[in-house]
């Protein structure tokens, strides 16, 4: 019921600039994007996927240590999209990025929906 499709990816230098975009469409019973979680994760082959970035409908944010001060998280309800700024990437951010929404139904039942990723290379 909930589609999430991640764009923006692709092959940049060390040192380089991304803007990933995640967009949500569709609902369960009703729901309403603005009060999703929304999470950025990252995976690369052979390895467990990995917690990136995460903001609450409060705003509130969180961030894996390697990527503090470099990435940011925002979020435009209006377009029901949360935005991943990648700056000063390093080689080691490369990987799959999926976006993740968390929602929690008029029941307090939550569900999650993965995107399909959108590949990240930094390379020189």
């Not at 999926?98 to 020189?124: H, L, M, N, P």
Request: include cysteine.
């Amino acid at each position: 019921q909930v589609q999430v499709v991640e764009s923006g990816g692709g092959l940049v230098q060390p040192g380089g600039s991304l803007r990933l975009s995640c967009a949500a469409s569709g609902s369960i019973s009703g729901s309403v994007f603005s009060t999703y979680k929304m999470a950025w994760y990252r995976q690369v082959p052979g390895k467990q996927r990995e917690l990136v970035a995460a903001i609450t409908s409060g705003g509130n944010r969180n961030f894996l240590d390697s990527v503090k001060g470099r990435f940011t998280i925002s979020r435009d309800n209006a377009k029901n999209t949360v935005y991943l700024q990648m700056n000063s990437l390093k080689p080691e951010d490369t990987a799959v990025y999926y976006c993740y929404a968390e929602i929690t139904d008029s029941r307090g039942a939550k569900f999650g929906f993965w995107g399909q990723g959108t590949q990240v290379t930094v390379s020189s």
